[in-house]
């Protein structure tokens, strides 16, 4: 089956401990994005790429990195650096077109301690 | 960027249909209206997008105002598992602004 894949779904970390989350699409998407989802509110963007070993930051970027050496995955690294870094981290892709339909993965809940 | 402006909340009694207004008085020419609603702690789900004209397929209906202003999204039979946020998007370039959407609730 094609889709998004996100590990873990539960993530936990110690407070001053860097996290990476991963994201994975078999769907040969060539764009992807991060977005970070708080209660009660809707998702804000933090990085995209538009192709492999490229991406550009999005409205809240700082704190977090980001690598794209394959088209199929975009990590993302949540560094100590993120004051507020406990939220619901929601990966997503989108092929090239004029659809431009955005596919999510089922996310990745990260509790830091 | 065109913000978009929806209700907070709306109920549906089951089986009628629910329409989900949007106001994007400053959407320009050339952008998208996109609809995409989540499901509580899932990823959100696409369900339709138009730019002037009407546009339907197997989950709803859009409904694009002359002025392009406003929209509408129609769920023609409401299902429980319709219950869910639904955001109203404009999309700009090639990101996608998410508010805090409608939160809409089915009731049996």
């Known amino acids: 089956d094609g889709g998004i894949t996100q590990s873990p779904k539960y993530l936990f970390r110690k407070e001053g401990q860097n996290v990476t989350l991963s994201c994975e699409q078999n769907l040969n998407h060539d764009a992807m994005y991060w977005y970070r989802q708080d209660p009660g509110q809707g998702l804000r963007l933090i990085y995209y790429s538009q192709i492999v070993n490229d991406f550009q930051k999005g409205d809240i970027a700082e704190g977090y990195s980001v690598s794209r050496e394959k088209k199929e995955s975009f990590p993302l690294t949540v560094t100590s650096a993120q004051k507020n870094p406990t939220a619901f981290y929601l990966c997503?892709?989108?092929?090239?077109?004029?659809?431009?339909?955005?596919?999510f993965g089922p996310g990745t809940r990260l509790t830091v301690l | 960027d065109a913000k978009t402006t929806q209700p907070t909340s709306m109920d549906c009694a089951e089986g009628r249909a629910a329409n989900l207004p949007c106001n994007h008085s400053t959407i320009s020419g050339n952008e998208y209206v996109y609809w995409y609603r989540q499901i509580h702690s899932q990823g959100p789900q696409y369900i339709i997008h138009?730019?002037?004209n009407n546009e339907t397929n197997e989950m709803a209906s859009l409904i694009i105002t002359e002025d392009r202003k406003s929209s509408t999204l129609i769920l023609p039979h409401a299902t429980l598992r319709d219950t869910a946020v639904y955001y109203c998007?404009?999309?700009?370039?090639?990101?996608?602004?998410f508010g805090t959407g409608t939160r809409l609730t089915i009731i049996p």
């Open positions: 998007i404009v999309r700009v370039d090639k990101k996608l602004t």
């Open positions: 138009g730019l002037k």
């Open positions: 997503a892709s989108t092929a090239s077109g004029s659809k431009y339909e955005q596919f």
